[in-house]
């Protein structure tokens, strides 16, 4: 059974700091790209970082360039993602979820994500 299961969500203030986790089982995910996306009311699924199978490479939306850092543990049987988000603004509030896709196919559309979580709650207050 492919499980990814977010964590981590939560309510900060303006400047502070929160990590997500997503944890991936039933799957080879360690042979997976993985990657963050967002979404907030009224507005498009939109992404935010990408990581390769290997974690060799990262990729980010500008938006979150420099603040948020995107990492990941290919353990045995289950695949950690993670999200380290500092400096966090209002504009950063969403709900977050983690992905995964075939390696190869470009990180940035979302089409391209087989497997979805179903989302953690930011909410950042200004």
């Known amino acids: 059974?492919?499980?990814?299961?977010?964590?981590?969500?939560?309510?900060?203030?303006?400047?502070?700091?929160?990590r997500l986790s997503c944890?991936?089982?039933?799957?080879?995910?360690?042979?997976y790209d993985m990657a963050w996306f967002r979404q907030a009311p009224g507005k498009e699924r939109e992404f935010v970082a990408a990581i390769t199978?290997?974690?060799?490479?990262?990729?980010?939306?500008?938006?979150?360039?420099?603040?948020?850092?995107?990492?990941?543990?290919n353990a045995k049987n289950t695949v950690y993602?993670?999200?380290q988000?500092?400096?966090?603004?209002?504009?950063?509030?969403?709900?977050y979820y983690c992905a995964a896709k075939d390696s190869g196919s470009?990180?940035?559309s979302r089409y391209n994500y087989a497997y979805w979580g179903q989302g953690t709650q930011v909410t950042v207050s200004s």
Not at 23 to 31: D, I, K, L, P
Not at 53 to 73: E, H, L, P, Q
Request: aromatic content about 12%; overall charge positive.
């Open 106 to 108: 470009y990180y940035r």
């Open 53 to 73: 199978w290997s974690g060799g490479n990262t990729y980010y939306a500008d938006s979150v360039k420099g603040r948020f850092t995107i990492s990941r543990d």
């Open 85 to 95: 988000m500092n400096s966090l603004k209002p504009e950063d509030t969403a709900v």
């Open 23 to 31: 944890a991936a089982s039933g799957r080879t995910f360690s042979a």
């Open 81 to 83: 993602l993670y999200l």
């Open 1 to 18: 059974q492919v499980q990814l299961v977010e964590s981590g969500g939560g309510l900060v203030q303006a400047g502070g700091s929160l």
